[in-house]
């Protein structure tokens, strides 16, 4: 039988927002089991000082305490956009990225007919994302719609999945009817609901017939909507230039003005990088609501395993009232960790001599803001009260007289370019609703 309260005696940082995140050295964290029949599920009680939570809570009846004092804890990471089908194609050459998912991404997503492949790498993928401690966010699949089952049946977290929809400019191999894209979105959005999301690859493979009927679909079931947007100059000249002699799109002059025209923006509707944007732009996707998902490590130059977007700029994104949180974007981004993108905003950010691209925002960016993307902050995202008890532990830092949580941050993510790869060895356990669902010792 399951303890109705697990005390874990551990260092935390919990994000608040851009600016603040709060520390305690020497804690504990207290989890309540929320049913008293055999789900084994639990709601972060409350956290604080080891002494003061050891005196309140430690003399419940069936209660287990876990010495995990040398460790950290933080929320599980939230990542907004990532193609878990592109799993092997992360760090193969990217020169451009319309030659990159010509000559690599496609092809391997084609491997994804096969739903005896599908099902095994999706297995393969739960674990690695539990290794790195992610807990959740938005997923693309192939064009394949058991891509999307056997993603939402195995990975562990809390995540909204959708087959990528390819009806025209795609390779034979990998391309739809609009009557069979129609067809998966129904009965997709039907069958998961807010689990969904109607996915159009992007407005170059996708024709506005079923970009439109996608948005219905998502409106009548919950389900959400997510996309590529001005990723590249060259890529959205490519987008302006097919719609500009498709009925009812000759008046529109901008990638953003194409997918409101087909009904895509919304508060249910996460953007991929959002890089190139007019103001006319920021002003539709800021009246709408609609999100961006932001991925560093995927813009960054090719030298850095990037594809060499450009930089985003949050500070323009957050003036305009456009909600945004990180991603990693595997495979454009080369790899999972939501450390290593945390790193790369940072890094590319003080490059640019940018100020305020700080790791406690990349923390927030990387946690509760990815939970508003998913409309999940009041049950997951950080470490507060009532919240589903979902979070990673890491070797904590040695204290260091006037740190804070910055600093802390800072010492966790000093790895060199060469090294970014032990980022996905970094994180030593990882908790679902209070029952610890990875363990690095047990990998050995």
């Known amino acids: ?255 953003t003005g194409i997918y409101k025209k087909c009904g895509l923006l919304g508060k249910r509707t996460i953007m991929g990088h959002g890089i190139h944007l007019s103001d006319e732009e920021l002003v539709m996707l800021s009246k709408s609501k609609t999100s961006i998902a932001h991925c560093p490590s995927s813009n960054a130059p090719v030298s850095e395993f990037g594809l060499g977007s450009g930089l985003f700029s949050f500070k323009r994104i957050e003036k305009a009232k456009i909600h945004w949180a990180l991603a990693s974007d595997i495979g454009g981004g080369p790899f999972l960790s939501m450390f290593d993108v945390m790193r790369s905003f940072v890094n590319s950010n003080k490059k640019a001599k940018i100020s305020n691209a700080t790791y406690t925002k990349a923390l927030y960016r990387a946690t509760l803001a990815g939970a508003i993307s998913l409309n999940k902050e009041k049950q997951i995202g950080n470490l507060d009260r009532n919240k589903w008890a979902n979070f990673i532990l890491v070797p904590s830092p040695k204290y260091k007289k006037g740190e804070t949580a910055e600093s802390i941050l800072k010492s966790l993510s000093q790895v060199s370019l060469k090294k970014r790869s032990r980022y996905q060895d970094l994180v030593l356990s990882t908790w679902f609703r209070g029952e610890e669902v990875f363990n690095r010792n047990e990998l050995f």
Not at 234 to 254: A, H, M, P, R
């Open 1 to 255: 039988m399951m303890p109705s309260f697990k005390i874990i005696l551990c260092d935390i940082l919990n994000p608040i927002n851009d600016k603040r995140c709060i520390k305690v050295r020497k804690g504990a964290i207290v989890l309540k089991k929320i049913n008293k029949d055999s789900t084994n599920e639990y709601k972060i009680l409350d956290y604080g000082s080891e002494k003061k939570m050891i005196n309140s809570y430690g003399h419940k009846k069936s209660c287990v305490v876990k010495n995990r004092s040398d460790q950290l804890c933080l929320p599980g990471f939230i990542d907004t956009h990532f193609h878990w089908v592109q799993d092997d194609v992360r760090l193969m050459a990217k020169k451009s990225l319309l030659t990159w998912l010509e000559r690599y991404t496609w092809p391997y997503e084609a491997k994804f007919k096969s739903k005896r492949y599908s099902l095994k790498r999706s297995k393969l993928f739960h674990d690695e994302l539990l290794q790195v401690g992610t807990l959740g966010g938005a997923v693309y699949g192939s064009i394949h719609g058991h891509t999307v089952d056997h993603a939402l049946s195995n990975f562990i977290g809390d995540y909204i999945v959708g087959n990528v929809l390819m009806t025209q400019n795609s390779p034979d191999y990998l391309i739809q009817s609009t009557c069979t894209a129609k067809k998966l979105i129904k009965n997709l959005a039907n069958k998961y609901k807010a689990k969904y999301a109607v996915t159009p690859r992007f407005a170059p493979t996708t024709c506005a017939d079923v970009m439109l009927f996608g948005a219905k679909q998502a409106k009548k079931n919950g389900s959400f909507i997510q996309t590529h947007l001005s990723e590249t100059e060259n890529e959205i000249n490519y987008v302006l230039s097919l719609f500009k002699d498709i009925k009812g799109f000759e008046k529109i002059k901008t990638y």
